[in-house]
């Protein structure tokens, strides 16, 4: 199970973290991503992150700005989402799969790769 945590109400140039914590298997077996769906839109890929934390892929429009980690200690991934602009409102999901690989390929910039999802945690920046 994933559960999200952090999204707040946020002003345009603000810095936000978002927080993943899995409770029923460790990380260190599972490839990681951030997804968002905006109002009115299809949820999109953010971040994906490998098994060991040494890989990362990022969607164009968020790269430079957001930077995914993990801590497998204690089975957390992170958003750090820096200059932030209104088009990133979005209620923002954790997403994992079982890693088959150490390495990311493009099937981990799709959502159907994954096999659990959080509830999302909602992200609002305001102009």
């Known amino acids: 199970q994933l559960q999200e945590f952090g999204g707040v109400l946020v002003q345009a140039g603000d810095s936000l973290r978002l927080s993943c914590t899995a409770s029923?298997?460790?990380?260190?077996?599972?490839?990681m991503a951030w997804f968002r769906q905006a109002p009115g839109k299809e949820r999109e890929f953010v971040a994906t992150?490998?098994?060991?934390?040494?890989?990362?892929n990022y969607a164009d429009s968020v790269k430079g700005r957001f930077a995914i980690s993990r801590d497998n200690a204690v089975n957390t991934m992170y958003l750090q989402m820096n200059s932030l602009k209104p088009e990133d409102t979005a209620v923002y999901y954790c997403?994992?799969?079982?890693?088959?690989?150490?390495?990311?390929?493009?099937?981990?910039?799709?959502?159907?790769?994954?096999?659990?999802w959080g509830r999302g945690t909602e992200v609002t920046v305001s102009s």
């Open positions: 997403a994992a799969a079982l890693a088959t690989t150490w390495v990311l390929g493009p099937q981990h910039q799709m959502g159907s790769t994954y096999t659990d």
């Open positions: 029923e298997r460790p990380l260190s077996v599972l490839v």
């Open positions: 992150i490998s098994r060991g934390g040494d890989i990362t």
